[in-house]
T-cell receptor, first 109, second 111 residues
Framework: GQQLNQSPQSMFIQEGEDVSMNCTSS?????WLWYKQDPGEGPVLLIA?????ELTSNGRLTAQFGITRKDSFLNISASIPSDVGIYFC?????????FGQGTTLQVKP | NAGVTQTPKFQVLKTGQSMTLQCAQD?????MYWYRQDPGMGLRLIYY???????DKGEVPNGYNVSRLNKREFSLRLESAAPSQTSVYFC??????????FGQGTRLTVV
């Protein structure tokens, strides 16, 4: 099946540090989505990207739709303890919504 | 506006038992999805329904059946539960070419 490669798998950082994670695929996609899952909750949409090269911000979060349409990046600036959770990338594929394996982020106060 | 509501939130089954997980959305979305989440495996699509009256298999459909009862409701049935189906199950709703919105999840344990 279709596979998204998300890295890193986990991160343990100090509060205040910036965070970068990415998602790559061997296929081209027209939509890239980034979700966050808090412990014990369902995933919540952070940023949606619909155009190659697009750079979109949501507060301290910035995501980019790769120019090749095969990858996407998510950056978090000045991390805080509530940034803890699992971050997923996702793509649209003929009506389906396919997710990466997730990046688990832990923030040390 | 509840968004996507899943019931039950927790369930323990014995091997071989059957049960139905319920999902309802009040956002008038055409598409609905069922995922399972296992540690280190991300969210894997079980079944999806692009519109009322249609259902299609996802990545891991074996052992499951679904029913799109109407536009609001999409249920997932385990006919004969197995320990390998112990997981957290998420339902989601969305439009075909846009983002999806998730419920709170059902935590299922099969013993």
């Amino acid at each position: 099946g279709q596979q998204l490669n998300q890295s890193p798998q986990s991160m343990f950082i100090q509060e205040g540090e910036d965070v970068s994670m990415n998602c790559t695929s061997s296929s081209i996609f027209n939509t890239w989505l980034w979700y966050k899952q808090d412990p014990g909750e369902g995933p919540v949409l952070l940023i949606a990207l619909y155009k190659a090269g697009e750079l979109t911000s949501n507060g301290r979060l910035t995501a980019q739709f790769g120019i090749t349409r095969k990858d996407s990046f998510l950056n978090i600036s000045a991390s805080i303890p509530s940034d803890v959770g699992i971050y997923f990338c996702a793509v649209r594929l003929t009506g389906k919504l396919i997710f990466g394996q997730g990046t688990t982020l832990q923030v040390k106060p | 506006n509840a968004g996507v509501t899943q019931t039950p939130k927790f369930q323990v089954l014995k091997t071989g038992q059957s049960m139905t997980l319920q999902c309802a959305q009040d956002m008038n979305h055409n598409s609905m999805y069922w995922y399972r989440q296992d540690p280190g495996m991300g969210l894997r699509l079980i079944y999806y329904s692009a519109s009322e009256g249609t259902t299609d298999k996802g990545e891991v459909p074996n052992g499951y059946n679904v029913s799109r009862l109407n536009k609001r409701e999409f249920s997932l049935r385990l006919e004969s539960a197995a320990p390998s189906q112990t997981s957290v199950y998420f339902c989601a709703g969305g439009q075909v070419y846009a983002e999806a919105f998730f419920g709170q999840g059902t935590r299922l344990t099969v013993v």
